[in-house]
């Protein structure tokens, strides 16, 4: 596949390292890599990825620079965290994009209907979202808030909170994150419980692996759960009134994978009404979290801005990604991570 003057575009993040480019620039002679920043407004990103036309009309794309419109009418393969609307016409050469994140739900509508490869980065910040949700559920387990409460009030009156060792954790999705968060809840003498489609596959992560047909079944039986699966059609508000009935009540949920997931207003309901014991919520349906919704005010709800991941090491283990995937590129071969635009994932 490879042939001189190959283009590609590093459009996220907005000034990377040089030495970074350069390590792409090493992965063969036929490849020319320049760096031209392209980021949408956040808000619009969501509004891609739910398809909600009137906030992406109240939030318009930005106009492209004439060094971004160069940038993408040569470029055969970008690694970006947006797309720029009429990809196609914009980019006529491009065969590849490799996004920046797990989560693809805004590049895969702005691909449909094209012949265009799309990678994402599943597993690149699988490490720190794990560590984030195994310390949020001890967190709210120990009452580490409350005891910090007491500290500030001068307060000394004994709070105890509950053992992880000998619970049950349901993953809802045993992708790179459920596997990370299994380990590290199995290293806590919990027991692993997991769903997923492919339920005939063993995995280390977990003691039992189930198919989504038995989805209430876990959840009776956890006393924590953490949402990790893909943002598809099919799993859009899978954690609806019914699904959190199905729960153990006071359990503890948890999502780390994306807002649609979830029916807001049951979610608030479930916690109201006692089914729920708490929720630590890192996404949410509109992001960022307006100020009048009702998930601000919730009880015992832990809310975290998308920030589950760390940026410390996250662009090291993107561009290792990147660097690997855009040799196979060249060479023809298999690519790590190739999203499936009908299925979402």
Known sequence: MGRLNMHVVVAYPPQPAGALLDRLRAVSADVDVMACAYVEDHGRRTARGTGDAAALAANPAPELTPEQRDAFATAEAVMTLDLPVDVRKIAPNLRWVQAIGAGVDH?????????????????????????????????????????????????WSATYGRELDACTIGLVGLGAIGEAVGVRARALGMRVLAVRRNAGTPSPAADEVFGTERLHVVLARSDAVVLSAPSTDETRDLFDRETFAAMKPGATFCNVARGALVDEAALVDALESGQLGAAIIDVTKQEPLPAGSPLWDAPN????????????????????????????????????????????Y
């Not at 975290?304 to 040799?327: C, I, K, Q, T, W």
């Open 107 to 155: 590049l895969r509508t702005a691909l449909a209907g094209e012949s265009i490869v799309l990678t994402n980065a599943a597993g690149v910040a699988a490490v720190p979202i794990a560590e984030f949700v195994i310390g949020r559920i001890l967190g709210v387990w120990k009452r580490f808030g409350e005891l910090d409460d007491q500290q500030r009030r001068h307060e």
């Open 301 to 344: 709800i832990f809310l975290s801005p998308h920030s589950a991941a760390s940026p410390e090491r996250y662009l090291e283990r993107l561009f290792a990604l990147f660097e690997d995937n855009l040799g196979r590129f060249v060479r023809g071969e298999p690519m790590r991570n190739v999203v499936d635009l009908t299925a979402g």
